[in-house]
């Protein structure tokens, strides 16, 4: 599992890291883990180009401790220092001994321009803001460069905490991380920024629980339903799925669709559209009689392409096991039932459907997803789902928020989010908490949505088809 932690917190374990070492050794290590991974970078260190970006922090001790150990292998630095007087005295001592030169930033262009390196050792982790308007032509001309931008923890004017960006900011090709990941770097609109991120570890001691973590494939795994041999369907989970309309007969098709493929032993289909979902998926059992007389099931779906009809809402939510709600089931359902409820509830918007239901601009959400994700659980004590670039979950209590790894951009495309919340229902039906079926979900569909596009244009239909191969591949 990938774990990520608040400034806050990595600094106390600094802190308690630097009381037990000699003066200077933490910054030793982290400075030998970047030059490392700018070694790595340039293949032949001897006779290239680095230019180093300064500012006052810890990270230009970094980078510039980096630069001298580059400069002893035949590279030739450069140090840009933004601020001079307040530039990290040991490591320029270091650079200069070694050779490296020294340029104010008016003098910066020409370097860059020559560079196949660019280190951003601006600001550190506790940067807010964005780039000051000193360091924000620095950050162009770097881009513009053509060489390989490289930041010191986190690129240069995200934050750190949230994963937002409110001003400029430097975009890097590699993030070079101490210690642990910052949320910033797993959490869009920043994690587009810091390009590939090679964590350096530094001996650091943190809590156990992290503010923000994301599953890998073994994590996954472990958490997958698996039949035992005394299994059958009914002990496998029945999930219910209420969707779809005479408009979006769709919705439901896709819907079902993924909760078939998502781990419990029978689908549940109450609607408008059941002959379109028969068609489709004949081991469906179907009714039209509403929730309340579908039968027993272990959780229920309810909202996809429901249109305007409140009262299967309402039923769903009425019943005593998991619920998930999406799309117009979010707009239908009552927020006091909802916080009503002592069965769990896992709700699965978008940032427009979150927007509304917060009150606030679509463009908000997008920007402080992590804020955003957060807020709305604790609005509604559900567990809430924030579909996206970066997909995060969260639960009631507003603790650890999961951030989904997988995905491709090719899944932005319509019917994907019914495939998902089947898919989530049916791992609700088998068993899997709110969270657990929340995250494993969307690791699974954006998996799946990988395999679909395999870098061409995929439907909604042709995810639900790859979630097997997805199935396998976490197993495996």
């Known amino acids: 599992m990938r774990t990520a932690y608040r400034v806050e917190t990595v600094r106390t374990a600094e802190r308690e890291l630097m009381a037990r070492l000699p003066e200077g050794a933490l910054m030793q290590r982290a400075a030998a883990g970047l030059a490392a991974a700018c070694a790595d970078l340039l293949g032949r260190v001897y006779g290239s180009r680095v230019v180093l970006l300064i500012g006052s922090g810890d990270n230009g001790g970094d980078a510039l401790y980096a630069g ?19 530039t990290h005295p040991g490591g320029l001592r270091a650079l200069r001994r070694v050779g490296g030169t020294v340029v104010p930033p008016h ?18 982790i506790g940067g807010k803001g964005g780039l000051r308007p000193d360091a924000a032509p620095l950050a ?25 960006v409110r001003g400029a900011a430097v975009r890097a090709d590699l993030t070079v991380t101490f210690g642990t990941h910052k949320p910033g770097l797993l959490i869009d609109p920043a994690r587009e920024y810091a390009g590939s991120v090679r964590l350096v570890d530094i001996g650091l001691t943190l809590p156990a629980d992290p503010d923000v ?37 769709g919705a439901a098709v896709l819907a079902v669709s993924g909760a078939l493929r998502g781990g419990a032993g029978a689908v549940r289909y109450v ?22 007389h579908a039968g027993r099931v272990q959780a229920w779906v309810v909202g996809p392409g429901a249109g305007d009809d409140a009262e299967p809402v309402a039923e769903v939510l ?22 009503a409820r002592t069965a769990p509830t896992l709700m699965t918007p978008h940032a427009g459907e979150a927007a509304a239901l917060l009150g606030t601009s679509r463009e908000e959400v997008e920007g402080a997803r992590l804020t955003a994700v957060r807020d709305l659980a604790r609005s509604y004590d559900a567990t809430v789902l924030l579909k996206g670039s970066t997909t995060l979950v969260s639960g009631p209590d507003g603790g650890t928020v999961r951030v989904n790894p997988t995905g491709t951009a090719w899944l932005a495309t319509a019917g994907s989010g019914d495939v998902l919340s089947g898919l989530s229902g049916s791992l609700l039906a088998a068993g899997l908490s709110a969270l657990d079926a929340g995250s494993v979900a969307a690791y699974l569909h954006g998996l799946a949505g990988r395999y679909a596009a395999d870098g061409a244009p995929a439907g909604a239909h042709d995810v639900a088809e790859a979630i097997p191969a997805a199935w396998r591949d976490i197993r495996a």
Not at 140 to 158: H, K, Q, R
């Open 318 to 339: 009425a019943a005593d096991v998991p619920v998930l709600l999406d799309a117009d089931g979010l707009r239908l359902a009552d927020r006091d039932a909802v916080r």
């Open 140 to 164: 162009e001309l770097a881009a513009a460069s053509g060489a390989a931008v490289v930041a010191v923890d986190l690129p240069s004017g995200i934050e750190a905490d949230t994963g937002e």
């Open 271 to 292: 609607g408008p559209a059941g002959d379109a979902v028969i068609a489709r998926f004949p081991e469906t059992l179907v009714s039209d009689r509403g929730p309340k």
């Open 213 to 249: 973590e994301a599953l890998q494939h073994a994590d996954v795994a472990a958490l997958l339903p698996h039949p035992a041999a005394e299994s059958d369907k009914y002990r496998r989970g029945v999930v219910g799925i209420a969707a779809g309309s005479t408009r979006y007969p």
């Open 68 to 86: 001298a150990r580059l400069a002893k292998r035949g590279a030739g630095v450069t140090a840009v220092l933004l601020n001079p007087d307040r």
């Open 107 to 124: 003098r910066a262009d020409h370097a860059l321009q020559r560079a196949h390196v660019v280190v951003d050792g601006i600001v550190g």
